[in-house]
């Protein structure tokens, strides 16, 4: 089955500077990414998604990269702001709906004004 | 994006009792809807997969006698933790899939057994 590796688990930046989250895959029939923030208390939120179509995605502050071939997706914040402090995981998907997400382990992201 | 919501937002109950969580999907039919569990930093574990009028399909490890689902419509699935323990105390969180693969998480319910 599908296995994803994330990293790092833990990632300090100053409020502008940018943040990089990555993300491995194992199961090559894997086409859907999607990243997820988490608030303390609060339930997982879409931040972003990539199909295996695309290279890469942008909005606004946030993009996701995907190399198919190496099997890796990374999510890249810029211009980060204290209020993009919270966990954030990362998520893969074969294509048939009703599939369960397999996620991350999760990287705690926190900006310091 | 869509809206799932869940029912209660917290809960606290003894030890023995049965506790029943509502996901609903406000905004879309939710062909499937999963149900994960989640420890303090830790990631989600999903613990059942349910399809709208038959039986939930259980991940292994997850009891399917103690952690009771039903998917009755597509907009509303429910768990119902029966003969809860402190150690069923943790965050339980749903999300619903329509006919896509895109998935909208609820906001949890934190179970808290005494």
């Known amino acids: 089955g599908e296995n994803v590796e994330q990293h790092p688990s833990t990632l300090s930046v100053q409020e502008g500077d940018s943040a990089v989250i990555k993300c491995t895959y194992s199961d090559s029939a894997s086409n859907y990414f999607p990243w997820y923030k988490q608030e303390l208390g609060k339930g997982p939120q879409l931040i972003i998604d990539i199909r295996s179509n695309v290279g890469e995605k942008k909005d606004q502050r946030i993009a996701v990269t995907l190399n198919k071939t190496a099997k890796h997706f990374s999510l890249h914040i810029t211009e980060t702001q204290p209020e993009d402090s919270a966990v954030y995981f990362c998520?893969?998907?074969?294509?048939?709906?009703?599939?369960?997400?397999?996620f991350g382990k999760g990287t705690t992201l926190s900006v310091s004004s | 994006g869509a809206v799932v919501s869940q029912h209660p937002s917290w809960v606290i109950c003894k030890s023995g009792t049965s506790v029943k969580i509502e996901c609903r999907s406000l905004d879309f039919q939710a062909t499937t809807m999963f149900w994960y569990r989640q420890f303090p930093k830790q990631s989600l574990m999903l613990m059942a997969t349910?399809?709208?009028?038959?039986?939930?399909?259980?991940e292994q490890g997850v009891e399917k006698d103690k952690f009771l689902i039903n998917h009755a419509s597509l907009t509303l699935s429910t768990l119902t933790v029966t003969s809860a323990h402190p150690e069923d105390s943790s965050f339980y969180i749903c999300s619903g899939g329509g006919r896509t693969d895109t998935q909208y998480f609820g906001p949890g319910t934190r179970l808290t057994v005494l």
């Open positions: 349910s399809n709208e009028g038959s039986k939930a399909t259980y």
């Open positions: 998520a893969a998907i074969g294509s048939q709906a009703g599939t369960a997400l397999i």
